[in-house]
């Protein structure tokens, strides 16, 4: 039995029917804000700092591996309902947090290795989401697009390994916006612009040091209609290392607004 940690974000929904066709036996631990997956059978609903009742929950269901998939709030500590081994672990979370969200993720990973658990990748059972080296439009890049992505990729490499950043927007070879911890969404949102079309670009890269078998950065048809809002040319994401979803509908929408979807 395969354990699915699932947060907020439609990736989840894409690993439950994937694992729900291949007829796998898993158990969710829903730590979704929303309750996605409230009505799920094999679901349980435990408040992050209950690490005690997650690995009993994961050993009496036989899941010696554990699979992350979404985007988790980061909680207030100080309100979080912690039992025995939340007491324990909870300093270790709350030292992390201060470096970052990827550290707590690694955190987490380092208890559940030490409770003999093992993690796998978040796109172990969907490598279809994620996109090979190359092109996926009519429109390329052109000279001044190349700029602001080889832009973009060198801001991002030289920030803090345990930066919170996935994102950069350049424009005319200037950093418009850079991801916060509210994420692209937030980003984008800010930037609007109804008199700019078709210039600049988001890249979004996997955060440096980033332990790749969770927390990849997603792209999706609402992240193609966000960057169309703020004026944007094109995304560009990292070979294997993202997670795109609607892929159909987001080469549609990118090619009837012209613009240009790279992965290198």
């Known amino acids: ?152 990729i060198s801001i991002l490499n030289k920030l803090n390994k345990y930066s919170y950043s996935q994102g950069a927007v350049v424009r005319n070879e200037k950093l418009i916006a850079i991801e916060s911890s509210g994420g692209t969404e937030n980003l984008l949102k800010k930037l609007k612009n109804k008199r700019i079309k078709n210039n600049g670009v988001l890249v979004k890269f996997p955060k440096k040091k980033q332990d790749l078998r969770v927390d990849l950065p997603t792209v999706g048809l609402k992240t193609l209609k966000q960057c169309k809002l703020a004026g944007l040319k094109g995304v560009v994401v990292k070979s294997r290392q993202n997670i795109f979803l609607e892929r159909k509908k987001c080469i549609n929408f990118a090619n009837k607004n012209k613009m240009f979807i790279l992965s290198k």
């Open 1 to 152: 039995m395969i354990g699915l940690i699932f947060g907020d974000t439609d990736f989840p929904k894409e690993i439950l029917k994937k694992i729900k066709q291949k007829k796998l036996k898993y158990l969710i631990i829903d730590l979704s804000e929303k309750r996605f997956f409230n009505r799920e059978k094999n679901s349980k609903r435990v408040s992050l700092g209950q690490f005690g009742k997650i690995i009993n929950l994961l050993k009496e269901n036989r899941c010696k591996k554990v699979l992350f998939a979404g985007k988790v709030k980061k909680p207030n500590f100080s309100k979080l309902r912690l039992d025995f081994k939340g007491v324990y672990y909870i300093p270790r979370i709350i030292k992390s947090s201060r470096i970052g969200d990827a550290a707590i993720l690694k955190e987490i990973i380092e208890i559940f290795k030490k409770e003999k658990i093992t993690t796998i990748s978040s796109l172990f059972f969907n490598p279809e989401l994620t996109l090979k080296k190359g092109y996926y439009t009519k429109i390329k890049p052109n000279k001044i697009d190349k700029a602001d992505i080889n832009k973009a």
